[in-house]
């Protein structure tokens, strides 16, 4: 009886239960704590407060925004597995991120496209994770098509959006002067 | 005399629509349309683009259709990247980023020959053109509406 219920286990690991296996753009991309030695400035009190939306990321696991911005700067790139610029900017935007320790960078496809989004995902590997937000996560940035880039300030305000992307510098300048200490 | 031509038209249209059946011998045009979405959305001049709200069903990978007047679809495929180019060419903006709109150029090669087409598109009202209005030398262009 034990043989058989380990048989059992052993063949729902392999149908794809809890099978440990690597979701690109899902949970596991999600950013831990935040750095004991890295604090960040406020946003200016006057910048306006950035759209709060929750949204699934591509392997399904919830996500609210406000969430990752309550502590630290996001970088939220506009993206879509059809646009063909789209892969560029986000994973120019993932290498500033990546020079800067604790800021987050989530990646928005449009709700239409989920199934086009995980392979995206696969493809560009980045180790950010992606949400499918709907409709009116996308209008309430005034998106009017991909790929855009908006930087929210803690606690949550938008400090700047570039529809068609963003020079590489001017990124890198924006997220240098939000941090107090590093 | 033009009863008679109408009876023959009639006759060579009922061969033509047999061979046509049969897979061989049908007369084809060759169809290069410019979909023009007119977005007005703020690009650089020349980027890959798809339409922008509210044409976001207008962008790489979206199917389209041509059609004959009585619904029959004789090409599909799927739409290409856009380009973006100056809405207003009358205006030189000097500036970078200027009002533009998305331009996808089709190609449909060996398309039955038809006096009129509908494209037809994810969503919104088809477009209809004249076989006429086809030339080889330049495209015909199109705007979404």
Redesign the interface.
Same mark, same amino acid.
């Given at each position: 009886m034990a043989l058989l219920l380990a048989v059992l286990l052993a063949a729902a690991g392999c149908a794809g239960g809890d099978s440990g296996e690597e979701s690109h753009g899902g949970a596991s991309d999600l950013p831990g704590p935040l750095p004991e030695d890295v604090a960040f400035r406020d946003a200016p009190a006057d910048a306006p407060a950035a759209p709060g939306f929750s949204a699934e990321l591509v392997d399904g696991t919830p996500v609210t925004a406000s969430d990752l911005w309550d502590d630290r700067p996001v970088v939220l790139v506009f993206t879509?597995s *059809?646009?063909?610029?789209c892969a560029g900017v986000h994973r120019q935007a993932a290498e500033v991120v990546a020079e800067h320790e604790g800021v987050a960078l989530l990646g928005v496809v $449009?709700g239409d496209d989920a199934e086009g989004a995980r392979e995206y995902a696969e493809d560009l590997d980045l180790g950010h994770p992606i949400a499918v937000g709907d409709e009116d996560v *996308?209008?309430s940035y005034a998106v009017?098509?991909?790929p855009a880039v908006v930087l929210v300030a803690p606690p949550g305000k938008v400090l700047r959006g570039w $529809?068609?992307g963003v020079d590489r510098q001017i990124l890198v300048r924006s997220l240098d002067e939000l941090f107090e200490r590093r | 005399m033009r009863r008679a031509q109408a009876a023959a038209g009639c006759l060579s249209a009922a061969l033509l629509g047999l061979a046509g059946c049969g897979g061989g011998g049908e007369d084809t045009v060759e169809a290069h349309l410019r979909l023009v979405v007119p977005d007005n959305n703020i690009r650089v001049e020349g980027v890959e683009c798809a339409g922008a709200r509210p044409f976001d069903y207008i962008r790489p990978g979206a199917s389209f259709s041509l059609e004959a007047p009585d619904g029959s679809v004789l090409a599909d495929g799927e739409l290409p990247a856009g380009r973006a180019e100056n809405a207003d060419p009358d205006v030189d903006w000097g500036v970078e980023r200027i009002p533009t709109v998305c331009v996808m150029e089709l190609e449909l090669e060996d398309v039955p020959d038809r006096p009129r087409y509908r494209l037809r598109l994810p969503e919104g009202r088809p477009l209809e053109f004249e076989r006429a209005h086809l030339s080889a030398d330049e495209p015909l262009q199109l705007i979404v509406r």
């Amino acid at each position: 009886m034990a043989l058989l219920l380990a048989v059992l286990l052993a063949a729902a690991g392999c149908a794809g239960g809890d099978s440990g296996e690597e979701s690109h753009g899902g949970a596991s991309d999600l950013p831990g704590p935040l750095p004991e030695d890295v604090a960040f400035r406020d946003a200016p009190a006057d910048a306006p407060a950035a759209p709060g939306f929750s949204a699934e990321l591509v392997d399904g696991t919830p996500v609210t925004a406000s969430d990752l911005w309550d502590d630290r700067p996001v970088v939220l790139v506009f993206t879509a597995s *059809w646009c063909n610029r789209c892969a560029g900017v986000h994973r120019q935007a993932a290498e500033v991120v990546a020079e800067h320790e604790g800021v987050a960078l989530l990646g928005v496809v $449009p709700g239409d496209d989920a199934e086009g989004a995980r392979e995206y995902a696969e493809d560009l590997d980045l180790g950010h994770p992606i949400a499918v937000g709907d409709e009116d996560v *996308w209008l309430s940035y005034a998106v009017r098509e991909p790929p855009a880039v908006v930087l929210v300030a803690p606690p949550g305000k938008v400090l700047r959006g570039w $529809p068609g992307g963003v020079d590489r510098q001017i990124l890198v300048r924006s997220l240098d002067e939000l941090f107090e200490r590093r | 005399m033009r009863r008679a031509q109408a009876a023959a038209g009639c006759l060579s249209a009922a061969l033509l629509g047999l061979a046509g059946c049969g897979g061989g011998g049908e007369d084809t045009v060759e169809a290069h349309l410019r979909l023009v979405v007119p977005d007005n959305n703020i690009r650089v001049e020349g980027v890959e683009c798809a339409g922008a709200r509210p044409f976001d069903y207008i962008r790489p990978g979206a199917s389209f259709s041509l059609e004959a007047p009585d619904g029959s679809v004789l090409a599909d495929g799927e739409l290409p990247a856009g380009r973006a180019e100056n809405a207003d060419p009358d205006v030189d903006w000097g500036v970078e980023r200027i009002p533009t709109v998305c331009v996808m150029e089709l190609e449909l090669e060996d398309v039955p020959d038809r006096p009129r087409y509908r494209l037809r598109l994810p969503e919104g009202r088809p477009l209809e053109f004249e076989r006429a209005h086809l030339s080889a030398d330049e495209p015909l262009q199109l705007i979404v509406r």
